[in-house]
């Protein structure tokens, strides 16, 4: 039985291990995975990702008068790995999907954050906008692996696959550059 879990995670900007950013033309490849599989779990792989986020605030009089941010979506190879008896092509189809869904909820993020504006309650907007999307991330991750039943389920896999591209590409104006 195949079992495919995501690990989402939020980290500042300063990071000391690996990543690879999540990138249009650039899929990840099973040698990615660098953990050690777990032998005591049914799951095939483990895909660890999640959205990095930080950002300055500049005052003036003790008053906000602008701010900048930066979002990512990250897959983190030392904490991802993948049973070589299992790694397969669709497999691996499945954890490419979990990083999309990832980089979908970076999309939705930079669109909230466009639409703030400046304040002195700014870095608790963020926050909490933050906290919001990351809670929106996981929710949709589980839905995932529900719906395609950790990727077994395979026309299940196919309508996600379409879906999150329709997605991807409705939020195109809020990819990373």
């Known amino acids: 039985m195949i ?9 500042l900007l300063v990071q000391d291990e690996p990543v690879i950013a999540w990138h249009e033309t650039k899929k990840i490849t099973w040698e990615d ?11 095939s ?29 990250h897959f983190y190879p030392h904490k991802s790995w993948v049973k070589p008896t299992d790694a397969n092509h669709h497999i691996l189809g499945h954890e490419q999907l979990h990083f ?11 669109y909230e954050i466009s639409k703030l504006s400046v304040s002195n309650n700014i870095k608790e907007r963020l926050n909490a906008l933050q906290n919001n999307i990351n809670s929106e991330l996981k929710k949709m991750q589980n839905t995932y692996d529900v719906e395609t039943n950790y990727s077994r389920n395979f026309e299940a896999q196919e309508k996600w696959k379409t879906f999150i591209a329709l997605e991807l590409k409705k939020y195109n104006t809020y990819k990373n550059n």
């Open 3 to 11: 079992r495919c879990f995501i690990i989402a995670c939020c980290f």
């Open 100 to 110: 999309d869904i990832t980089e979908l909820y970076a999309r939705k993020f930079r």
């Open 45 to 73: 792989a483990i895909t660890a990702s999640g959205i990095s986020f930080g950002f300055s605030i500049k005052l003036q009089n003790n008053k906000v008068v602008d701010f900048s941010t930066e979002v990512h979506a």
């Open 33 to 43: 995975f660098k953990d050690t599989p777990n032998n005591n779990t049914r799951a």
